[in-house]
């Protein structure tokens, strides 16, 4: 399996809450990815960077930020966490963010706003 | 817009037989390519194939191979000698570049396998 790591695998909180998803990589990937996927769904993308102190907001709107502090970390953070946030977080990697290039895909966060 | 419609939400299949599962998609750009990833049961996703749409030549990989078809925009995923452990959500992919220059996946909304024993 692919040395991308995700935590915590399932959250629960209540809504007005601050959370951050956790992701890190250990193939020293300069691109990086989150993807919203809800259940029965495809894959959007909502945040990726392409290096250090690199973010772009992705093809789905979304509340969260991100940052890119080490090559190696890529948190997602939701300031207020509101019940439409429910879904799964899937963070990916990849070598050079290039056409043809495979991302490689962490566990993923299952995240459920009450 | 660019689109990748996966028609088929559920299928099954016998182990040892053989399954295709569907995909077709949408673009105006020449130069592409086209992935299969497969998604077990909480296990993380995994790159199955892929497929430059210059290469005529399907794409094989041990039991799982793709029929390309260019002009139709179809790019089917077979799988033979189908195992247990193949179960997965399948999600066809297609790879664009964005405005920025940067490329991108546009996933498909999946087609849930169950192989039966």
């Known amino acids: 399996e692919a040395d991308i790591y995700q935590t915590p695998r399932y959250l629960v909180i209540g809504t007005g809450k601050k959370i951050t998803l956790e992701c890190s990589q250990t193939?020293?990937?300069?691109?990086m990815y989150w993807y919203q996927q809800d259940p029965g769904m495809e894959l959007h993308l909502i945040h990726y960077?392409?290096?250090?102190?690199?973010?772009e907001k992705g093809d789905l709107s979304s509340e969260s930020t991100v940052s890119r502090i080490r090559t190696e970390h890529f948190p997602l953070t939701l300031e207020s966490a509101r019940p439409s946030h429910t879904s799964q977080y899937l963070c990916?990697?990849?070598?050079?963010?290039?056409?043809?290039?495979?991302?490689?895909f962490g566990p993923g966060t299952r995240l459920t706003v009450l | 817009a660019q689109t990748v419609t996966q028609s088929q939400p559920e299928m099954s299949v016998q182990e040892a037989e053989t399954v295709t599962l569907s995909c077709t998609y949408d673009?105006?750009?020449?130069?592409?390519?086209l992935f299969w990833y497969k998604q077990p049961p909480s296990r993380q996703m995994i790159l199955v194939i892929r497929?430059?749409?210059?290469?005529?030549q399907n794409a094989t990989e041990n039991r799982f191979s793709v029929n390309f078809q260019k002009a139709a925009k179809s790019f089917s995923l077979k799988i033979s000698d189908s195992q247990l452990g193949d179960t997965a959500m399948y999600f066809c992919?297609?790879?664009?570049?964005?405005?920025?220059?940067?490329?991108?996946?546009?996933f498909g909304t999946g087609t849930r396998l169950k192989v039966l024993a």
């Open positions: 990916a990697s990849s070598e050079y963010g290039l056409v043809g290039d495979e991302q490689f």
């Open positions: 497929q430059e749409a210059y290469k005529q």
């Open positions: 992919a297609f790879m664009k570049r964005s405005t920025s220059g940067t490329y991108k996946y546009i």
């Open positions: 673009t105006s750009e020449n130069n592409y390519y």
């Open positions: 960077s392409y290096g250090v102190n690199s973010t």
């Open positions: 193939m020293g990937h300069d691109k």
